[in-house]
């Protein structure tokens, strides 16, 4: 059975870095589109950070660009979220989903795979 699963969350301060990390396993996620989403209590889920794994395509959501950046190590399936310069605003429970289409996407509604989610928080 296909499984996404994500690491790397934590208890950090305004300021500082964190990776997260997204490992497929049990099918293979090559040519899949692979996104970064996260959600704050109370808050809907909101989209971060996409990358097409087939066309290297890249988009991240206005609110981390610059500071946040995807990418991908097909030879390990892997994803990763590098995240810098945190934000109290960053914090939220990240999730990684995977599209069966090419094409990174913004929506939550084009990924067909989801992972448990690791928890995120930013203190100030």
């Known amino acids: 059975q296909a499984q996404l699963v994500e690491s790397g969350g934590g208890l950090v301060q305004a300021g500082d870095s964190l990776r997260l990390s997204c490992a497929a396993s049990g099918r293979t996620f090559s040519g899949y589109a692979v996104g970064w989403f996260r959600q704050a209590p109370g808050k809907e889920r909101e989209f971060v950070a996409a990358?097409?794994?087939?066309?290297?395509?890249?988009y991240y959501a206005d609110s981390v660009k610059g500071r946040f950046s995807i990418s991908s190590d097909n030879a390990k399936s892997t994803v990763y979220l590098q995240m810098n310069t945190l934000k109290p605003a960053d914090t939220g429970v990240y999730y990684c989903?995977?599209?069966?289409?090419?094409?990174?996407?913004?929506?939550?509604?084009?990924?067909?795979?989801w992972g448990q989610g690791t928890q995120v928080t930013v203190s100030s």
């Open positions: 989903a995977a599209s069966r289409s090419r094409y990174a996407s913004e929506l939550v509604a084009s990924y067909n795979y």
């Open positions: 990358i097409s794994r087939s066309t290297s395509s890249i």
